[in-house]
């Protein structure tokens, strides 16, 4: 009978990972936009992506509609500030993935996604729009040779972190952020 009422060793209880409780607007917001995991609201349904999702199948009867009473041509005005104004968004997207990845910054990931949807919708209008004969070869020529290629490239940029980036808001780790967070200026020589 004692050892009915012997003490047992209670299985040793394993350290629960801390959890922040409170989280910022801006780090949630980084999260979800930068590859993290987005975290959910507790107060209702998930509002954005009902209307996201409600809108593209909203789009599907909507292209029907065009696809049938659309012309097959029509006169624009202003063509030639259209095309400039893509062509320059197309230049501006390309130069600021450039240098936000030179600097190692992670936000030239946003820079690049967008310059890679620019240049697939230049490269699709070159082509639809072009008359059959010279011009359709020039701008197939293009769309292959110069707008296809460097979206890819913009593509693979969005998605993939470079070596060396950091996400915004996040701390260095190392010998300077020993520095930097001491509150001493390193020293040279």
Not at 64 to 75: F, I, N, R, S
Not at 129 to 156: K, N, R, S, W
Not at 161 to 172: E, F, L, N, Q
């Amino acid at each position: 009978m004692s050892a009915l009422y012997a003490p047992t060793a209670r299985p040793a209880r394993t350290a629960r990972p801390v959890r922040a409780t409170r989280t910022t607007r801006a780090a949630r917001a980084i999260r979800a936009g930068l590859g993290g995991p987005a975290r959910r609201s507790r107060r209702g349904p998930r509002a954005v992506e009902c209307v996201l999702l409600g809108s593209g199948v909203a789009l599907v009867p909507w292209l029907v509609v065009l696809a049938t009473t659309l012309p097959p041509t029509a006169q624009v005005g202003h063509w030639n500030v259209a095309w400039v104004g893509l062509d320059a968004l197309e230049a501006v997207g390309l130069v600021a993935t450039g240098l936000l990845r030179r600097r190692g910054d992670d936000r030239h990931r946003l820079t690049a996604a967008a310059t890679c949807a620019l240049l697939v919708v230049d490269a699709w209008f070159d082509t639809v729009t072009a008359a059959p004969g010279a011009e359709l070869a020039a701008a197939l020529a293009m769309a292959v040779g110069a707008e296809l290629p460097l979206a890819a490239l913009c593509a693979v940029l969005a998605l993939k972190r470079a070596p060396g980036t950091r996400a915004p808001g996040t701390r260095r780790t190392g010998p300077e952020a020993a520095d930097l967070t001491s509150g001493t200026w390193p020293t040279t020589g």
